[in-house]
């Protein structure tokens, strides 16, 4: 029997509880050309960690009490600083999860991690090029040969229901949980991106860090029924020690950091839209090269359909990207575990030392509000007429020939800098990129 593994989304557990009956279908046939979800070959980290374990390149070292969990994620470059800690009953493993007993939730660029204590399996989801989010488990038990197996059917019956216009992704939820670990569903639940207020994020996760006055739903075990607005979490926020909750000890750090969620809600959607736009456009070619075969028409024909589907596509992308409707900060946030240092660490940074990973914080996630997903191999592998419209309009609103309102939160230091930064770190950017900026952003 297939198996459903669900990381950093909190509604797909469910599918273990009544809510499954009202779960939206999937509108999408993933399975039709071009797609071939279940059948096409992957090729993503974890895909590429399989054939280096199968050649001996590589090796995951059990561990008591943890498993192949911390050479997993040193194998996968997932950093110890990224653990996040979720104690509703929102998984597959269920049984395991409880305010007491935490699951663990690990993140890089380009995959997700998740583990319980005493778990049969470790959850993975790798962020695939061309099928969006693949799941995978790894069985706990030890073996010379640990070996990955894909799972697909029930995983998507949330991964891919219409909460994510029914293509594969991912949901992160916050909801109200019980002494047990099971959600309130009559006091309802929010889907959490960088967008979010923070006053609606975190419920069911421990949240280390401090928010100054900001309130949030972390640390929150919830007593009866109560209405969303009847809920005073204040005890519960500025938190710097976990230990006030649950033994922390069997837990590769003692941390759930708050930045470190902050940027997976923002990397989880950006990944979705990515996915969103490549399956979108790829369906439009392939609809219109049909469309010209019976028609008659040049294989190269365009039509109006066409490009208001890759439109259609892209605009959402470059919306998420520049972090439209972004929730502002009112006071300054600060995580436990060093992730906020050591993720800005990583990655590309221009003469002026700048990097789309520097964060601010104070007012908003980044201080230049650009996604450093635009690096990643989901962002490259985009359908080239889709990417290049991405990069079009990334163009128009940076140089300042785009000002609509959707954009005004960008300043013009802000569009400058973005501008500078990705002229000198991002590879293959079109030679519009390489001439003076609009007069506009001088």
Known sequence: MRRCFFLSCLRCGLALLPLLLVLPARAVDLDREPINYSTADPHNVVERLQERLHDGQAHLTYEEGTGYLRSLLRELKVPLSSQMLVFSKTSLQRQRINPRTPRAIYFGEDVYVGYCQKGDLVEVTAVDPQLGAVFYSLNQKKSAKPQFQRQTDNCLICHASSFNQGYPGHLARSVFANGSGLPILSSGSYRIDHTSPLRQRWGGWYVSGTSGKQVHLGNLIIRGEPR?????????????????????????????????????????????????????????????????????????????????????????????????????????????????????????????????????????LFAYPCSYIIYSEAFEALPTAVKDYVLRRLWEVLSGQDTSKEFAHLSVADRRAILEILRETKPNLPDYWKSAAASRSE
């Open 228 to 364: 969303p607005e009847e809920i005073d979490n204040s005890a519960n926020i500025n938190v710097t020690h976990l230990d006030r909750y649950f033994k922390t000890a069997p837990y590769l750090t003692p941390h759930s950091d708050i930045v470190a969620l902050m940027v997976m809600e923002h990397q989880t959607e950006m990944h979705n839209r990515l996915a969103r736009a490549n399956f979108q456009t790829r369906l439009a070619l392939h609809d219109e090269a049909e469309f010209n075969k019976a028609l008659g028409r040049p294989a190269d024909y365009r039509s109006d359909s066409t490009l208001r589907r890759i439109k259609n596509a892209g605009e959402p992308v470059v919306q998420y990207m520049l972090f439209c409707e972004e929730a502002q900060l009112t006071d300054p946030i600060k995580g436990t575990s060093g992730f906020a240092e050591e993720f800005a660490q990583r990655g590309p940074r221009d003469r002026k030392g700048r990097s789309l990973r520097d964060f601010d914080l104070k007012h908003r």
